[in-house]
């Protein structure tokens, strides 16, 4: 079993936000593969049940706010004896460019709000990630106003093209491993 965990905040309000690129990759994936997504019971989050590959994975999206996404993570781990390399997390990334697709291993949460409350509760560094790029930043710009608002109307264009790069770095994770997947990713981005 597999966990894919898109990161965002719950709420009409927060749908079409930078803040909630996570949401739409998972919600890519389940897309691709006709899946429905369905509140839980057991942990604060919806999920989808899919196949990616030979892989069974579990689709969430945590529906506690973007601070407390580790609550859900490690509710979801447990109620399937999912190990933490068994678990990749999909957020945005306000420090890589609108466009771009990183992945990562392991690592640290950085400014990541969601990634700190993951990092805190399931205690490891050690599971993959794919960061999709939403920067930069304004100079001018507040962080939160900045990665709670909508998307600009040129990058709308894009977005579409970037949730799908994103979605295919999740696949290509399962398929052919981290390591393969960043050399293959992390070189490019979307134009």
């Given at each position: 079993m597999k966990l894919v965990v898109g990161l965002g905040n719950p709420g009409k309000e927060y749908e079409r936000t930078r803040h909630n690129i996570g949401f739409l990759v998972v919600e890519e994936l389940a897309k691709r593969r006709g899946a429905v997504f369905k509140k839980m019971f057991w942990f604060p989050a919806r999920q989808a049940k899919v196949r990616v590959?030979?892989?069974?994975?579990?689709l969430i999206e945590p529906t506690t706010f973007m601070n407390r996404s580790g609550k859900a993570v490690w509710g979801a781990m447990r109620k399937w004896r999912v190990a933490p390399e068994d678990v990749v997390v999909i957020y945005?990334?306000?420090?890589?460019?609108?466009?771009?697709?990183?992945?990562?291993?392991?690592?640290?949460?950085?400014?990541?709000?969601?990634?700190?409350s993951l990092l805190e509760w399931l205690q490891t560094k050690g599971f993959?990630?794919?960061?999709?790029?939403?920067?930069?930043?304004?100079?001018?710009?507040?962080?939160?106003?900045?990665?709670?608002?909508?998307?600009?109307?040129?990058?709308?264009?894009?977005?579409?093209?970037?949730?799908?790069?994103?979605?295919?770095?999740?696949?290509?994770?399962?398929?052919?491993?981290?390591e393969r997947t960043m050399n293959e990713f992390n070189q490019s981005r979307i134009g």
């Open positions: 590959g030979e892989h069974e994975a579990r945005d990334d306000v420090d890589i460019e609108f466009g771009g697709v990183r992945v990562r291993s392991k690592g640290s949460g950085g400014s990541h709000n969601g990634m700190k993959p990630r794919v960061r999709v790029g939403i920067g930069p930043k304004p100079a001018d710009a507040d962080m939160i106003e900045f990665v709670l608002g909508e998307f600009a109307v040129e990058e709308h264009f894009k977005l579409e093209k970037v949730v799908e790069r994103a979605a295919d770095a999740v696949e290509s994770i399962f398929s052919v491993g981290t």
